[in-house]
């Protein structure tokens, strides 16, 4: 099941034009300690000043009962289809139901969706048990952003398995393709560049490179580059 969120471009070019730092102070945090661990109905687990902006269903550990995935935005965040922007704050929420058909927090992503960036989009997806959260973003220059989560029981936390990024110029003229993919669990990174002649992707080549295998959690992927220095 995939859901896609929109936020209003205004927004966005409003943070483009803020004082550097402006947007980092003003922009709030979902901190992990402010969703409640455990809750009857999904609803429980959004805190004060949020709201659900979307939800995604499906089994993440392996139990056969339908988890949850909320997409949280802060409660005054406009709602409007025609032109998209990020939100100043929001946050990826996991919920794993239980045998007496209550849920309990199974993951929060305080730090790893884009915030302020302009013509952003969202997509959400369960499938084979991985969470998949893929972000787009960008004007001239598109950054499309992947990242994949399974359920690791040994923790019973969410751990990242793979990154995928790629980047590209809108409309493509002299500058290459850049597609990024590594995968944790393997401990391998394809960095694959598109070479672009006169405006199309005319040959494409790809270098491989070994790299840890991370065990890094969802609540500490930190890949919002909007405040950054």
């Known amino acids: 099941m ?18 550097p730092g402006a947007r980092a102070q003003a922009a709030p945090r979902l901190r992990p300690s402010d969703v409640p661990a455990r809750g009857a109905r999904a609803a429980d687990f959004v805190p004060r000043g949020w709201r659900e902006a979307a939800r995604v269903t499906g089994d993440l550990d392996r139990d056969g009962r339908p988890d ?3 997409h949280l935005v802060a409660a005054d965040t406009p709602d409007d289809p025609l032109y998209t922007s990020a939100p100043e704050g929001h946050a990826l929420v996991v919920l794993l139901a239980r045998a007496d058909g209550s849920l309990r927090r199974g993951g929060v ?4 969706l884009e915030t302020g ?16 959260a893929g972000q787009s973003y960008g004007m001239t220059w598109v950054v499309n952003m992947t990242h994949r989560f399974r359920h690791d029981p040994a923790s019973s ?6 990154r995928d990024q790629y980047t590209y110029t809108r409309p493509l ?5 850049v597609l990024v993919s590594e ?17 199309i992707v005319a040959r494409e080549s790809t270098r491989r490179e070994a790299i840890p295998r991370a065990r890094l959690f969802m609540e500490d992927v930190s890949d919002n580059t909007s405040d950054d220095p």
């Not at 003229?173 to 393709?177: E, F, L, P, S």
Request: aromatic share 4%; net charge neutral; with cysteine.
């Open 173 to 177: 003229n002299h500058d290459d393709t």
């Open 117 to 132: 960036a302009p013509q952003y989009g969202l997509e959400l997806e369960i499938r084979n048990g991985v969470l998949v």
């Open 183 to 199: 995968n944790y669990l393997t401990g391998v990174r394809l960095t694959t560049t598109g070479h672009v002649r006169d405006g």
């Open 2 to 19: 995939t859901r896609r969120t929109a936020i209003p471009l205004l927004l966005a070019l409003a943070c483009l034009c803020a004082p």
């Open 109 to 112: 992503a305080p730090e790893l």
């Open 68 to 70: 949850t995935v909320l």
């Open 157 to 162: 936390r969410f751990l990242l398995i793979g």
